[in-house]
């Protein structure tokens, strides 16, 4: 037998895809609903990637009060990171869209593109990450986080407590993981 390549899909999933079988008994208005949240994530994805080449290339979006435009023109004039990796280990880590850290102020910024509503969990994990990585103890410092969505600024100055306990549940998932990983070479 020789088989096709289909090159151009390799890595992708697709929205009526095998793994996702549960489609086949989706009411066609669900399928239209599946594809229309596949949508919104790809143009999450794009926007993202918008986001981050502007960021890093100094280019300002117009002013116009809109989420996007917010979250890159305040990443610029907070003279942010772009799309960085945090790592604790192979078993936790993690890309704060937008980061900085100068005069003892840690600042992490996301953009979210969906409608679905967030959580600041995500950006202490950021900071406890970040805590981590670079042997900062966050009661010595400032901490901002902001969510960018839906047009607004959502900003948190999270209490140590909550980003010193994020750090230990870091610590002990990360064992316990290590050592299922170990058991099982």
């Excluded at 790592?87 to 704060?96: K, Q």
Aim: proline share 1%; net charge negative; glycine share 4%.
């Amino acid at each position: 037998m020789q088989w096709l390549q289909h090159l151009n899909l390799v890595g992708k999933h697709a929205i009526l895809g095998a793994s996702k079988y549960h489609w086949i008994r989706y009411s066609d208005e669900k399928i239209a609903e599946a594809y229309k949240k596949f949508r919104d994530i790809q143009r999450g994805t794009e926007l993202h990637d918008l986001a981050s080449k502007m960021i890093k290339n100094g280019i300002k979006a117009e002013d116009n009060g809109k989420t996007f435009s917010m979250f890159v023109n305040d990443a610029i004039g907070f003279h942010m990171q772009s799309e960085q990796i945090l790592l604790y280990s192979e078993n936790c880590f993690g890309t704060a869209d937008a980061i900085c850290f100068r005069n003892n102020v840690l600042r992490i910024h996301d953009l979210k593109t969906g409608e679905t509503k967030t959580h600041m969990e995500q950006l202490m994990i950021y900071a406890a990450l970040f805590c981590h990585e670079y042997k900062v103890k966050p009661g010595e410092i400032q901490i901002i986080l902001r969510i960018y969505q839906n047009d607004e600024i959502i900003e948190l100055e999270p209490d140590v407590d909550d980003i010193v306990h994020i750090m230990d549940r870091i610590v002990k998932a990360d064992k316990i993981i290590s050592a299922l990983r170990e058991q099982e070479n």
